[in-house]
C-alpha cells in the first residue's frame, strides 16, 4: 500500500498539488461547495494512480485543489461506498493520500436518514460519535507503523475542537445544527421498519458511508469532524417508499446551510 500511496501522492503534486492544508470529503449531492474554492486544478478520479472511480451517477469523481477562505484545500467531489463493491481499503485511500500530501484537518459531509424524530429533514447534524455495522474494517490487514498505531484509540474518533468550531459558527448564522450518533450500514437497500425501530434505540442518523474514512483518520492521527444533511425522516410507524431523487432534492436544500458551516470553520481552523 505504502508504494501505491506514494505513486499516488508523486503524481498529484506533479499536477500542481502541494501543500493542502484541509481535506474535504462531499457526500451525496453535497458537492456545489467546489463552486466557492478557487480552484487551479481538477483532476478526475479516473486519471490519478490507484484511485477507485465513483460509480454512483450523483458522486462527480473529481479531486478539487485550490483556496477556500485563504486556506489550501483539498476537496473530494464524492466519495466511494462498500456497496459500490470496493474494498475498505480502497475506500479510504484517498484519505491515506490526502494525509500523506499534507493537510492537518479533515471536513466530511454525508446524506443520512433522521432516526431522531425530533430532527426535521433539511436539517444538519454533527456527528458526536458513531456505531459502525459496516461488515469489514479498513485497518484490517497489515499494519504499517508509518500511518498509524495496529490498536488505534476510538474514544473519540471526532475532534472536541473542530465540533465546537461547528457548533460556534451555526449559532452565529443562525442555522439548525443538531448533535448525535452515525450509525453506518453497508446499503446500498434502504432499511425496513424493523430496522429503523432497532436503530432508533442507540442512533440518530444512519447512512451508508463516513465511519471507514473516519477510522482511517484516526489511525493517522488526523483530527476530522463530519456533518450529516438529513434527507429523510424514518419514522417506522409512517414510514413512506423512499424516493432517491427526494433525497437528493433536500440534500439540495441543506447544501447551501452546510457550504456556510464548512466555509466558516475553514476561515477559523
Given at each position: 500500500?505504502?508504494?501505491?500511496?506514494?505513486?499516488?501522492?508523486?503524481?498529484?503534486?506533479?499536477?500542481?498539488?502541494?501543500?493542502?492544508?484541509?481535506?474535504?470529503?462531499?457526500?451525496?449531492?453535497?458537492?456545489?461547495?467546489?463552486?466557492?474554492?478557487?480552484?487551479?486544478?481538477?483532476?478526475?478520479?479516473?486519471?490519478?494512480?490507484?484511485?477507485?472511480?465513483?460509480?454512483?451517477?450523483?458522486?462527480?469523481?473529481?479531486?478539487?485543489?485550490?483556496?477556500?477562505?485563504?486556506?489550501?484545500?483539498?476537496?473530494?467531489?464524492?466519495?466511494?461506498?462498500?456497496y459500490e463493491g470496493y474494498s475498505m481499503e480502497q475506500i479510504t485511500f484517498p484519505i491515506r493520500v490526502m494525509q500523506f500530501?499534507?493537510?492537518?484537518?479533515?471536513?466530511l459531509s454525508n446524506a443520512a436518514g433522521a432516526l431522531n424524530l425530533d430532527f426535521k429533514k433539511g436539517s444538519l447534524m454533527?456527528?458526536?460519535?458513531?456505531?459502525?455495522?459496516?461488515?469489514?474494517?479498513?485497518?484490517?490487514?497489515?499494519?504499517?507503523?508509518?500511518?498509524?498505531?495496529?490498536?488505534?484509540?476510538?474514544?473519540?474518533?471526532?475532534?472536541?475542537?473542530?465540533?465546537?468550531?461547528?457548533?460556534?459558527?451555526?449559532?452565529?448564522?443562525?442555522?439548525?445544527?443538531?448533535?448525535?450518533?452515525?450509525?453506518?450500514?453497508?446499503?446500498?437497500?434502504?432499511?425496513?421498519?424493523?430496522?429503523?425501530?432497532?436503530?432508533?434505540g442507540f442512533a440518530d442518523a444512519v447512512g451508508m458511508s463516513t465511519v471507514p474514512e473516519v477510522i482511517v483518520a484516526n489511525?493517522?492521527?488526523?483530527?476530522?469532524?463530519?456533518?450529516?444533511?438529513?434527507?429523510?425522516?424514518?419514522?417506522?410507524?409512517?414510514?413512506?417508499?423512499?424516493?432517491?431523487?427526494?433525497?437528493?432534492?433536500?440534500?439540495?436544500?441543506?447544501?447551501?446551510?452546510?457550504?456556510?458551516?464548512?466555509?466558516?470553520?475553514?476561515?477559523?481552523?
Amino acid at each position: 500500500m505504502l508504494n501505491k500511496i506514494k505513486e499516488s501522492v508523486d503524481f498529484l503534486i506533479s499536477r500542481g498539488i502541494k501543500s493542502p492544508e484541509i481535506g474535504i470529503v462531499l457526500g451525496t449531492g453535497l458537492g456545489k461547495l467546489v463552486d466557492e474554492i478557487k480552484s487551479n486544478v481538477s483532476i478526475d478520479y479516473s486519471d490519478i494512480p490507484h484511485f477507485p472511480v465513483s460509480t454512483v451517477e450523483f458522486h462527480k469523481g473529481k479531486l478539487i485543489y485550490g483556496d477556500l477562505e485563504n486556506k489550501k484545500i483539498l476537496a473530494m467531489q464524492g466519495r466511494f461506498h462498500y456497496y459500490e463493491g470496493y474494498s475498505m481499503e480502497q475506500i479510504t485511500f484517498p484519505i491515506r493520500v490526502m494525509q500523506f500530501l499534507g493537510i492537518k484537518y479533515l471536513l466530511l459531509s454525508n446524506a443520512a436518514g433522521a432516526l431522531n424524530l425530533d430532527f426535521k429533514k433539511g436539517s444538519l447534524m454533527l456527528i458526536d460519535d458513531h456505531i459502525n455495522f459496516l461488515p469489514d474494517n479498513p485497518l484490517r490487514g497489515l499494519n504499517y507503523e508509518e500511518m498509524g498505531p495496529r490498536f488505534p484509540d476510538m474514544s473519540r474518533p471526532y475532534s472536541s475542537e473542530l465540533g465546537e468550531k461547528f457548533e460556534e459558527m451555526a449559532k452565529m448564522k443562525d442555522i439548525t445544527l443538531h448533535k448525535g450518533i452515525y450509525v453506518a450500514v453497508m446499503g446500498p437497500n434502504f432499511e425496513t421498519r424493523a430496522e429503523y425501530r432497532m436503530f432508533r434505540g442507540f442512533a440518530d442518523a444512519v447512512g451508508m458511508s463516513t465511519v471507514p474514512e473516519v477510522i482511517v483518520a484516526n489511525h493517522m492521527n488526523l483530527p476530522c469532524a463530519a456533518i450529516s444533511v438529513l434527507t429523510d425522516e424514518c419514522d417506522p410507524d409512517t414510514l413512506e417508499p423512499t424516493d432517491i431523487n427526494e433525497i437528493l432534492a433536500k440534500a439540495a436544500i441543506a447544501e447551501q446551510d452546510l457550504i456556510q458551516l464548512f466555509k466558516g470553520v475553514v476561515a477559523e481552523i
